[in-house]
């Protein structure tokens, strides 16, 4: 069974603060990870993928890869409060053509 | 350029009854997907088409069929509806063979009483 973990949260930050969201998987084989945002009522949107191992940038995020440890992060600088939403991690295992999905944290930034 | 259009937005069925879920692309796109999505559970695959004329069980196709009726056009059917079925489902699509960097429709919330 393949299986990616969140912390359901709330994580609540204050504005301009870093928020940390950090991912789990079960599967060493994996090669493709993924972070949607997911607006309440909304459907989920890409904001980051990441292939390597380390980190890469976008503007105030961050997605941090440690394939030894298998775990992957988002790192928010600057949090604003639209930046409340659901945070979903999604890892394509090796060997599947699919994503499997956790459940997601859900953020709440507060000013 | 509306991206993924699923119909209908919100859905009310009785138990025993049957629906179509309707979902077009126009990005293009090989492969598209229905997922499900439940309170703590996030996002489960139903079905995917890789390609147009292929079609493949995901994680909980119980209860469920697919067609993928041309490149940009693909339904879920509920043959017969269960309150278990009750769920927001999500189509998508992707450029990328493997599901990645999904684009998502805007969701179907429906309730089987």
């Known amino acids: 069974q393949k299986e990616v973990e969140q912390n359901s949260g709330p994580l609540s930050v204050p504005e301009g603060a870093i928020a940390s969201l950090n991912c789990t998987y079960s599967?060493?084989?994996?090669?493709?990870f993924f972070w949607y945002r997911q607006y309440s009522g909304k459907s989920p949107e890409l904001i980051m993928s990441?292939?390597?191992?380390g980190d890469k940038e976008d503007g105030r995020f961050t997605a941090q890869l440690n394939k030894a440890s298998q775990y992957v992060s988002l790192l928010i600088r600057d949090s604003q409060p639209s930046d409340s939403a659901t945070y979903l991690c999604?890892?394509?295992?090796?060997?599947?053509?699919?994503?499997?999905f956790g459940a997601g944290t859900r953020l709440a930034v507060h000013p | 350029n509306a991206g993924v259009t699923q119909t209908p937005k919100f859905q009310v069925l009785k138990t025993g009854q049957s629906m179509t879920l309707q979902c077009a692309q126009d990005?293009?796109?090989?492969?598209m997907y229905w997922y499900r999505q439940d309170p703590g559970m996030g996002l489960r695959l139903i079905y995917y088409?890789?390609?147009?004329?292929?079609?493949d069980k995901g994680e909980v196709p119980n209860g469920y069929n697919v067609s993928r009726l041309n490149k940009r056009e693909f339904s879920l059917r509920l043959e017969s509806a269960a309150p278990s079925q009750t769920s927001v489902y999500f189509c998508?699509?992707?450029?990328?063979?493997?599901?990645?960097?999904?684009?998502f429709g805007s969701g179907t919330q429906l309730s089987v009483l």
């Open positions: 990441i292939y390597s191992n």
């Open positions: 599967d060493r084989g994996s090669q493709s």
């Open positions: 990005m293009n796109h090989n492969s």
């Open positions: 999604a890892v394509r295992p090796g060997g599947y053509n699919k994503l499997i």
């Open positions: 088409s890789a390609s147009e004329g292929t079609t």
């Open positions: 998508a699509s992707s450029e990328i063979q493997g599901g990645e960097k999904l684009f």
